[in-house]
């Protein structure tokens, strides 16, 4: 049973205006979240996370907000550039920190210049 | 920064075979993970270990044991390669805070 879902397998953006990719979880006791990005042939790398007590957290041109109430996260990145062009997957963990990961399946971003 | 090899990009075997995927972290890190990662299906945890000589089992560990001799070091190893065990195979350190990724092999079982 998938305990985290990222429901839009793929989204097309154009360049410079606004990437919103969205996960919905189901376990009440996930209290941290996170995102990576994954291009083609590479590992995942880091890309910004949250923790239960907060409902937004900023990094430059990315931001996740959370909505626990809803159990669900999403990530915006603005502006969009040709190089976010990546599969995204989110992930949540429960009072482990980055231990026992439970990843979505992923959404494949394309920014159009 | 935090550095995860991993031994092989890509990999083909034939079915039956043994196979070993190595994977080596610098960063004196507890606990190391592999996963696989197929289309559709996201990263699924094969095993993982959070100390020498520790190992845990994941989602999918069926066709699969590993083996952590040192610290560093996590070795995914398939006793019998089946085509079914096509994938992207992919290796994680963690801190407390991410896990951190190898660049993955493409193991491909003819």
Redesign the interface.
Known sequence: DQQVK?NS?SLSVQEGRISILNCDYTNSMFDYF?W?KKYP??????LI?ISSIKDKNEDGRFTVFLNKSAKHLSLHIVPSQPGDSAVY?CAASART?????F????TRLTVIP | DVK?TQSS?YLVKRTGEKVFLECVQDMDHE?MFW?RQDP??????IY?S?DVKMKEKGDIPEGYSVSREKKERFSLILESASTNQTSMY?C?S???????????T?LTVL
């Open positions: 990222q397998p996170l990576y042939a590479e590992g995942p790398t880091f996370s997957f920190g980055a231990n026992n990961l990843f979505g399946t992923g | 995860v990009r606990n996963y559709g299906l996201g990263l699924r945890l993982f959070y992919l994680a963690s801190s407390k805070d991410t896990q951190y990724f190898g660049p993955g493409r």
